[in-house]
Each structure stands twice: as structure tokens, then as C-alpha cells.
């Protein structure tokens, strides 16, 4: 199936690309299209159908939309729904993955719980009355400082547990093995591949 994605992420849109190989996925400008979506949802899941719906109103066509985040339990669950904005001032262009890192690491330097999760929840519609939608986790905690050079956003601070190695030191097929956005990923496959029989 040919799918919109509602980003204008490249590194989402890779990583996608490897989870859901079967299909083809697209970004807005592809298509030529300016998609810029305000994302006032409370929680993941509202903001990931908002930013389907708004992405459908436009194409006409499936699309499918991701919205993830890091919940840290030292900030209350923070960054959390504003993962990709933390730290970053109203109407200011967003920090850079490094020093949103910075930030992270300095807030929760001398707390002793530094258990975080990565969320992801995706929703995808293929015409206005057959909307899927599914959410997972990936539980692990916050590094001393960061590490490793592969992936993007608060790979280099997530440590996975059983290998004791950060997100970002991890090869990309381990990654989606076992990431917030790779489980979330089977199970829309799972749906995508049941819509093709």
C-alpha cells in the first residue's frame, strides 16, 4: 500500500521504511505538499490522530501518522507529548537533539530514579471510517551522559536495559527490534497486511 506519512521527519521516515518494507511510504513534500500540523492533543494518541486527520484532509488517501515521546520518571513524566519541543521557548525554533540532551541530563543529574520510557503510538487512516490506531512502550532508563553516535533525539541518553548500551550504540536492526517505534510498527503491519487480504 502507498502511504502519507504525517512528518517531515527523514529519520522517522527511514526507520518506518525498514519497519513496514511491504509498503511504500511517502512524505507530504513528495507530494508537494506544505504539511504543518498543530499538535494540541493532551496525550499521544490525540495528537497522533490529529495529525492524521489533518494530513487526510489534504491527500484524500491513507496516511499514517506517529507520535512519540520520552516520559522520564524523575520529571514527572516530562518531556513526555512535548519531547520534540522540550526546552525550546514559544514561537523559537526547537533545540537541537544535543542539547535537548544537555537539558535532559542536567534536570535529572542528581536524582536517583532515572527510570524513563519511550512511547510511541501511531494511527493510520485509510478513508474517514477505517482508522486504526495502536500505542506501545520501550522501558529503560537515563544515562550519566550521552553515548554512541547512531540514531537521533534522546538515543544517545535511553539505556536499554538487557544490554546496558544506549539507544544511539545499538545497530539499526536491533533498534527497530526491540524500539517504542518498531513494536508499534509490527503491530500496524500486522493491520496493514489484514486490509490486504
Do not use: W
Not at 120 to 129: E, H, K, N, R, S
Not at 162 to 190: Q, Y
Amino acid at each position: 500500500m502507498e502511504i502519507v506519512l504525517a512528518s517531515g521527519n527523514m529519520h522517522k521516515k527511514m526507520e518506518l521504511e525498514k519497519i513496514l518494507s511491504n509498503h511504500t511510504l511517502l512524505l507530504p513534500s513528495d507530494l508537494g505538499i506544505s504539511f504543518d500540523c498543530d499538535e494540541t492533543g493532551k496525550t499521544f494518541l490525540e495528537n497522533a490522530l490529529l495529525k492524521a486527520e489533518t494530513l487526510y484532509e489534504l491527500v484524500k488517501r491513507p496516511v499514517l501518522a506517529d507520535d512519540s515521546g520520552l516520559c522520564v520518571a524523575a520529571l514527572d513524566g516530562a518531556p513526555g507529548i512535548y519531547s520534540a519541543r522540550y526546552g525550546s521557548e514559544e514561537g523559537q525554533a526547537n533545540l537541537s537533539d544535543s542539547d535537548r540532551n544537555k537539558l535532559l541530563l542536567s534536570q535529572i543529574e542528581t536524582a536517583k530514579n532515572r527510570d524513563a520510557y519511550f512511547i510511541c503510538t501511531m494511527a493510520l487512516i485509510v478513508d474517514p471510517y477505517r482508522v486504526f490506531t495502536v500505542q506501545e512502550s520501550f522501558p529503560g532508563s537515563i544515562s550519566r551522559t550521552a553515548f554512541g553516535g547512531g540514531g537521533f533525539g534522546y538515543d544517545p541518553v535511553f539505556v536499554e536495559p538487557v544490554s546496558g548500551k544506549t539507544v544511539a550504540e545499538l545497530p539499526e536492526d536491533e533498534k527497530n527490534r526491540i524500539s517504542h517505534r518498531g513494536r508499534a510498527g509490527r503491530r500496524m503491519n500486522a493491520i496493514l497486511e489484514d486490509l490486504n487480504d
